[in-house]
């Protein structure tokens, strides 16, 4: 079993950024690929960014590109998603994934959750 804990949202002026952070702790935390996905109100949960197990390949949705930044800490089991330029658009809760495959862009595919953060973007 695996637990996400994600830190780091809140609200933010558009333009400005954030950094989220989600904390793994259970199975072995380097030999799982770790991503985000977002949901916003009456929508469905969307890929953001993904990132695997050794970190030197990572997958961005078109929307983010440029914008979003994804890393990992092996050390630390923790991954990190860097957000700048935030629009508007982007304001939605923010879940941490981990899976054993990658890479797992459909969310009916993910293996593990984390329990989400807020992040809203104000124009």
């Known amino acids: 079993q695996v637990r996400l804990t994600e830190s780091g949202g809140g609200l933010v002026q558009a333009g400005g950024s954030l950094r989220l952070s989600c904390a793994a702790s259970?199975?072995?935390?380097?030999?799982?690929?770790m991503g985000w996905f977002r949901q916003a109100p009456g929508k469905e949960r969307e890929f953001v960014a993904l990132i695997n197990w050794s970190g030197d390949n990572t997958y961005y949705a078109d929307s983010v590109k440029g914008r979003f930044t994804l890393s990992r800490d092996n050390a630390k089991d923790t991954t990190y998603l860097e957000m700048n330029g935030l629009k508007p658009e982007d304001t939605a809760v923010y879940f941490c994934?981990?899976?054993?495959?990658?890479?797992?862009?459909?969310?009916?595919?993910?293996?593990?959750w984390g329990q989400g953060t807020q992040v809203t973007v104000s124009s």
């Open positions: 994934s981990a899976d054993r495959g990658f890479p797992v862009v459909r969310a009916s595919s993910v293996d593990y």
């Open positions: 259970g199975r072995t935390f380097s030999r799982l690929a």
